[in-house]
């Protein structure tokens, strides 16, 4: 297993700019999120997904846009770049949130992005 | 939703001494209290988790206590070592994982 996969490594991007940031997971989970990560912030919730076809925003989805059509990816689109838009950026996976035998979520390697 | 609160935000300690981090919850229906490492520029780790149908779960020296009335959740390191030094994070399901804002644990050699 991979595990859970995240492309590319290293980002930058200047103001205004789109892309989008992969994930990816092997291990047919169900619940998948990303997170940004800044000094002094720890890992705050930007959008998460139950399963494919459900998404739903977390705690900063502003300039964020998700889609989940297949169980193992879970694409993040940055749609007009900004600075402070510059993080770190994780996306995990869980086999399930409620009512399953693991809830143990897996990070990716994680992707640094820089906005100028 | 739920609301995660983590203290203290940094922890110094000796090599050999014990830390202990502590964690607040706030939705009653959340039942799963994992704990993260995070060492410089890499990945947050699980490190142990808990279920609120157990009220302690020990591994090596690492052990958690959980207190589902009081919701609150404590990490205990025993016996800390240099390579413990790291960044910690507790967390909680409700509709979604919320995390702590992290506790930044230096062990002094």
């Known amino acids: 297993n991979a595990g859970v996969t995240q492309t590319p490594k290293f980002q930058v991007l200047k103001t205004g700019q789109s892309m989008t940031l992969q994930c990816a997971q092997d291990?047919?989970?169900?619940?998948m999120s990303w997170y940004r990560q800044d000094p002094g912030m720890g890992l705050r919730l930007i959008h998460y997904s139950v399963g494919a076809g459900i998404t739903d925003q977390g705690e900063v989805p502003n300039g964020y846009n998700v889609s989940r059509s297949t169980t193992e990816d879970f694409p993040l689109r940055l749609l007009s770049a900004a600075p402070s838009q510059t993080s770190v950026y994780f996306c995990?996976?869980?086999?399930?949130?409620?009512?399953?035998?693991?809830?143990?979520?897996?990070f990716g390697p994680g992707t640094r992005l820089t906005v100028t | 939703g739920e609301n995660v609160e983590q203290h203290p935000s940094t922890l110094s300690v000796q090599e050999g001494d014990s830390a202990v981090i502590k964690c607040t919850y706030s939705?009653?229906?959340?039942?799963?209290f994992p704990w993260y490492k995070q060492e410089l520029g890499k990945r947050p780790q699980l490190i142990i988790d808990i279920r609120s149908n157990v009220g302690e779960k020990k591994d090596q020296r690492i052990a958690v206590t959980l207190n589902k009335t009081a919701k609150h959740f404590s990490l205990h390191i025993t016996e800390t070592q240099p390579e413990d030094s790291a960044v910690y994070f507790c967390?909680?399901?409700?509709?979604?994982?919320?995390f702590g804002t992290g506790t930044s644990l230096t062990v002094i050699p």
């Open positions: 939705d009653s229906a959340s039942n799963y």
């Open positions: 291990m047919n989970h169900e619940y």
């Open positions: 995990a996976s869980s086999y399930r949130l409620f009512g399953g035998a693991s809830y143990e979520q897996y």
């Open positions: 967390a909680a399901n409700g509709n979604q994982f919320y």
